[in-house]
């Protein structure tokens, strides 16, 4: 049941073209109109923390964040509710060399009538992943 439902689609869709780098495939996952924070709040990606609107802006995160890298996603847990799910993330980020940061992750995905994601708000601590790259020798930002 859980996997048919839509916004488990769209979060397993989305992890899975995150992966392989498919970045057409990862936006046509999206409503024109969406809205993507990742990560909720001001990081080096969204300075302000006011998330990204529209396609156009999305596709400017993907190009920062997503495009530059290896990541394994891992979904612990999905949770359905309504037009939405709540996954439960682990999510690797292969940087070469042997070196790799690990960071849990909640991520709320809302879907609309369409299926298409409408919202997707990603949940982690920006200090973890920074703790991280520094103890691997990238100055953490």
């Not at 109109?33 to 302000?48: E, I, N, T």
């Not at 993907?62 to 891992?74: F, M, P, Q, S, Y």
């Amino acid at each position: 049941m859980t996997e048919t439902h839509p916004a488990i689609q769209a979060s397993m869709n989305s992890a899975k073209f995150a992966m392989a780098r498919d970045k057409d495939a990862w936006l046509g996952l999206f409503a024109e109109d969406a809205f993507l924070a990742d990560p909720v709040g001001p990081s080096p990606f969204d300075p302000k923390g006011e998330g990204y609107v529209g396609k156009a802006n999305i596709e400017r995160f993907w190009n920062k964040a997503i495009g530059r890298a290896n990541l394994t996603i891992e979904a612990l847990q999905r949770i359905p509710c309504a037009h939405a799910c709540a996954a439960v993330l682990k999510v690797t980020n292969d940087l070469g060399g042997g070196k790799k940061t690990v960071v849990d992750m909640i991520g709320i995905y809302e879907v609309n009538d369409d299926g298409k994601l409408k919202s997707l708000k990603v949940y982690w601590s920006w200090d973890q992943l920074q703790a991280q790259l520094a103890t691997l020798g990238f100055g953490g930002s």
